[in-house]
């Protein structure tokens, strides 16, 4: 079929099109933003919006190479995300040429990427849904689970924050979902690698358009280099700044449900619903940091006779996303100093059987002598009786994870820890980050939709070594 020139900005008031999403004054404002991103005319009044949301005196007369948007939770974000895709895919694919520049048998990709399976399946949600109208319908050739092939020549994928996602695919245009959320267990910096990755791939296709919009969290990660550089600036960088409230006027900024997330976490509600990055948040310990005290190439230590080995367990009740994971070490003395060891590291993810766990990690710890071995204190009674049963002690830990990060911190600094060459602890470790309270008091913790437990594990077996100094001596070994 042909499809004639209609621009985002139309194609949102459309009712044929994205219009059944976006009727209403309280899009008011993302209608200025339609407009700019694609360097539309602004009127006056829009202007003076655009002013406000970008710190730029001019409005931009073409499109965006790059647009970011800072915008509060429920602004409106994952469904505009979903038709800023389906716009590319479609309409914009003519609108920009990027059809023309797809040589034969080559499908150029318009992917949309979220933080997680979850939230991909709500913008996959929102896509599905605009695809039944009429006008789009008949574009769509191949509908799977997560990807949508057009009849002509394009493909929307919508997919989770994976670098190999990108290579190898020519990519017309991309969107990055809710980016500063980006984890990934692998990798401390996912945001970063994916925008390396992607980049190269829309290299073929001039006018291609890459769109980050997230609410903001921590002042690190790619959307905070973005809007520091760019914020208030012209150029083809588009950044686009703004709280809840200025987005999706419904939720009142002086309502009830907002006051009392103010009240309740000032510096969370600012960043979450005002759009402020936070400045509470730090990062624990460089990766540098980490690596210098990685052995590589040690995978595992096999038990040795005459070593006594402790044991720490971060439990998990086997369903919900978090692992089950076991640290076993010991201290080795040479002289005055005392320096705790990383022998072995398990990780079980769910689903599993807790039970099942329990009987594999006592076979592992009996390998190593270790008949009392310390776990995360917040587990309840089930972990003492279930190690009981293969008569292994359980003692829950005196100290809470945020503590045993903090007395982990001077071994690594100093080099003191020898750790295991497992990249998925060192990741777990750099993500990490400090948090202050009003308070005052500081707290360690993992990010949003991260994971520490392989890093809680091994934090409590080193800082337990650390403090009990059980061991042998380096001299003994002769």
Request: proline share 5%; aromatic share 8%.
């Amino acid at each position: 079929m042909t499809v004639h020139a209609v621009t985002y900005a139309e194609a949102c008031r459309d009712p044929n099109l994205f219009g059944p999403w976006f009727e209403g004054e309280t899009w008011a404002t993302w209608r200025v933003v339609d407009k700019a991103l694609f360097g539309e005319p602004l009127t006056a009044a829009e202007l003076s919006i655009f002013r406000e949301l970008t710190g730029r005196d001019e409005a931009p007369t073409k499109p965006a190479e790059e647009a970011w948007f800072v915008c509060g939770r429920r602004s409106g974000k994952d469904v505009k995300a979903a038709s800023i895709a389906i716009y590319l895919a479609t309409f914009g694919a003519e609108v920009y040429g990027y059809r023309q520049r797809l040589t034969r048998g080559e499908r150029g990709v318009v992917q949309a990427l979220a933080v997680d399976r979850d939230q991909a399946r709500v913008v996959m949600g929102y896509a599905k849904a605009m695809l039944e109208q009429p006008i789009f319908a008949q574009m769509v050739t191949k509908p799977t689970a997560d990807s949508v092939e057009l009849a002509n020549g394009l493909a929307l994928e919508v997919a989770t924050n994976d670098q190999r996602r990108v290579r190898g695919r020519t990519v017309v245009a991309a969107v990055f979902d809710e980016v500063a959320f980006w984890r990934s267990e692998n990798s401390v910096n996912p945001d970063d690698e994916v925008y390396a990755a992607v980049k190269p791939s829309m290299v073929t296709i001039p006018g291609a358009l890459l769109i980050g919009i997230s609410s903001p969290y921590a002042r690190k990660g790619l959307l905070w280099k973005k809007h520091k550089r760019h914020f208030g600036k012209p150029g083809n960088v588009l950044i686009i700044q703004a709280p809840t409230w200025r987005m999706n006027p419904t939720i009142a900024r002086d309502g009830e449900f907002l006051t009392d997330r103010f009240a309740e976490d000032p510096a969370s509600a600012a960043a979450e619903f005002g759009a402020e990055f936070r400045g509470d948040i730090e990062g624990f310990v460089m990766r540098e940091v980490v690596e210098a005290c990685v052995t590589l190439g040690a995978y595992e230590r096999a038990p040795l006779s005459g070593v006594q080995y402790s044991a720490f367990i971060d439990p998990s009740g086997g369903s919900g996303k978090d692992s089950f994971t076991l640290a076993i070490g010991h201290s080795e003395t040479g002289g005055e100093k005392r320096r705790p060891v990383l022998d072995a590291v398990r990780e079980t993810k769910p689903p599993m059987s807790p039970e099942a766990v329990v009987a594999e990690y006592a076979k592992l710890l009996k390998s190593y002598r270790v008949t009392k071995i310390v776990g995360d204190r917040y587990a309840g009674e089930w972990p003492r009786e279930a190690f009981r049963k293969h008569n292994i002690t359980y003692e829950p830990s005196a100290k809470p994870k945020s503590d045993l990060y903090r007395d982990l911190l001077p071994l690594l600094n100093s080099g003191d820890a020898d750790l295991l060459d497992n990249e998925r602890l060192v990741s777990q470790l750099v993500g990490l980050e400090r948090r202050t309270s009003r308070g005052g008091r500081d707290s360690i913790d993992h990010a949003p939709n991260a994971h520490d437990d392989v890093a809680n594990a091994v934090a409590g077996v080193l800082t337990t070594l650390k403090a009990n100094g059980s061991g042998y001596t380096l001299d003994n070994l002769g």
